[in-house]
Nanobody, 123 residues
Framework: QVQLRESGGGLVQAGGSLRLSCAAS????????MAWFRQAPGKEREFVSA???????YHADSVKGRFTISRDNAKNTIYLEMNSLKPEDSAVYYC?????????????????WGQGTQVTVSS
């Protein structure tokens, strides 16, 4: 069983930055592909960024060039560095983990989920 806990959300002005963290309660996250998803009120949960076991990353087009996902296996933590934030980035951001080699962009591929952290970007 993997427990994930997100932190780092908050209120920020448009153009600002935030860094989200996701700490995992396992011996090591190195075997897991990890990802960030987000869900705004009244909308479907959508893929944001993913990172595989090897550290390769993939970002949704809507955040490419602004967001960066990274992992620190020694700390059992992944991060999402978010820059140039826009009001449309406002959502609850969820961390997810899956015991798989390939990173996936569909939420059903991930087994473990955190409770989410709210990000609000004001205009």
């Amino acid at each position: 069983q993997v427990q994930l806990r997100e932190s780092g959300g908050g209120l920020v002005q448009a153009g600002g930055s935030l860094r989200l963290s996701c700490a995992a309660s396992v011996r090591t996250i190195s075997r897991y592909a990890m990802a960030w998803f987000r869900q705004a009120p009244g909308k479907e949960r959508e893929f944001v960024s993913a990172i595989n076991r090897s550290g390769n990353t993939y970002h949704a087009d809507s955040v490419k060039g602004r967001f960066t996902i990274s992992r620190d296996n020694a700390k059992n933590t992944i991060y999402l560095e978010m820059n140039s934030l826009k009001p449309e980035d406002s959502a609850v951001y969820y961390c997810a983990a899956g015991d798989m080699v390939m990173m996936q962009i569909t939420s059903r591929a991930y087994t473990y989920w955190g409770q989410g952290t709210q990000v609000t970007v004001s205009s």
